[in-house]
DNA sequence: GCATTCTGCTAACTGAAGCAAGCACAATGG
DNA sequence: CCATTGTGCTTGCTTCAGTTAGCAGAATGC
């Protein structure tokens, strides 16, 4: 049906970018300048014509001063699904279940990482 | 001197990666199929000619049961060093901080997301 | 009125990620 | 002694991330 391949991602990724590019009051060739990344190849990603590489992600992340693990997310590589919650700190659970100004999908979100890293610290 | 771009990176990433095949008793070929990757394509991440995309290091962790928080930062596009949190909301920051399972580095990690959802809100 | 300088976007290209097909070598075992 | 099946590696090929060069329109100023 459609054919470009990164519809879902890409767009919720671009929107989030330009959201926070245009609150930043930055130009399009302002923060290219400052994550050291062509304008047009950063105005691609914004409409989600193209999908970046975690390297530009993170260099994109300093020059918004975002975290790049929350635009990792936004782009789909970096995810935590695998989580069946282990029964430990219950705390930051609560915390952020109970946090009035998050979305339900942010809580989600910060719920997933957590319960990655929790998983992982088992594991290895 | 070398004329292989990615020496540094590239051969900590493999090395790492075929260590942890290797005493997980894989071979080359039960990996790829695991992280749904081809063969000859991971033996050349592990040699270190190649550099994969974080989606295929996502895959690869999967496969490997180790974090891909962990992989990511062998291939350098994981770092952590950017932010400097705002002071609002503090339920959630202080059950991370206080948490007593997670890293530093995750720690900062999840704080930083947290701080990018509330930024954003309080924004636009 | 026209030049300058912003803004974002399009077009065409380069380089490398990632693939399928297949090679070379050991080890098994009929 | 040869077929089979395992190991990892090499060779081309396709696809797409990311580039430079340049276009169209809005805002400034001479």
Redo the contacts between chains.
Sequence with gaps: MSKNPLNDLGESLGDYLR??RT?AQLSLRQLSELAGVSNPYLSQIERGLKRP???IL?QL??GL??????L??RAG???AE?AHPTS??L??R???A??P???AR?KK??LD??A???E??S??
């Design positions: 959201e926070q609150s590489s975690a390297e993170q992340a300093k001063e975002v975290s790049a693990e929350s990792y997310v590589i970096l995810d695998t430990d700190a705390d930051v609560r915390a952020v109970e946090d100004v998050l979305t942010q979100t910060l990482i957590y990655s890293y929790v992982d610290d594991r290895q």
